[in-house]
């Protein structure tokens, strides 16, 4: 049975900074696409950034470009996403998702991940 569980979320101030963990378990490919979602109260859920674990390739939204990096320790099966420059419209609960293989142009698809946690809560204040 695939895990994936999320922690490191919390409250911050505009500007700060937090780091997101995502621990896999039950996985047996080395090959995965693991990805970071978000949703805020009344918005869809929306693609954040992903690695692809067989290259460490790293894909971004546009909106998180340059603030944003994913990482991921393979021997620990965690990905970390290291969130920097803040902003309150940063607030949202993060996802945490993975499927087999290569991430692809179509990483930002909800549907695309057959595996899911259950979240961390991010809030940003001005």
């Known amino acids: 049975q695939v895990q994936l569980v999320e922690s490191g979320g919390g409250s911050v101030q505009a500007g700060g900074s937090l780091r997101l963990s995502c621990a896999a378990s039950?996985?047996?490919?080395?090959?995965?696409?693991m990805a970071w979602f978000r949703q805020a109260p009344g918005k869809e859920r929306e693609g954040v950034a992903a690695?692809?674990?067989?290259?460490?390739?790293?894909y971004y939204a546009d909106s998180v470009k340059g603030r944003f990096f994913f990482s991921r320790d393979n021997a620990k099966n965690t990905g970390y996403l290291q969130m920097n420059s803040l902003k309150p419209e940063d607030t949202a609960m993060y996802y945490c998702?993975?499927?087999?293989?290569?991430?692809?142009?179509?990483?930002?698809?909800?549907?695309?991940?057959?595996?899911w946690g259950r979240g961390t809560q991010v809030t940003v204040s001005s």
């Open positions: 998702a993975q499927t087999r293989g290569w991430c692809g142009d179509d990483w930002t698809t909800n549907e695309k991940y057959p595996y």
């Open positions: 690695i692809y674990t067989g290259t460490a390739s790293t």
């Open positions: 039950g996985y047996s490919s080395a090959y995965t696409c």
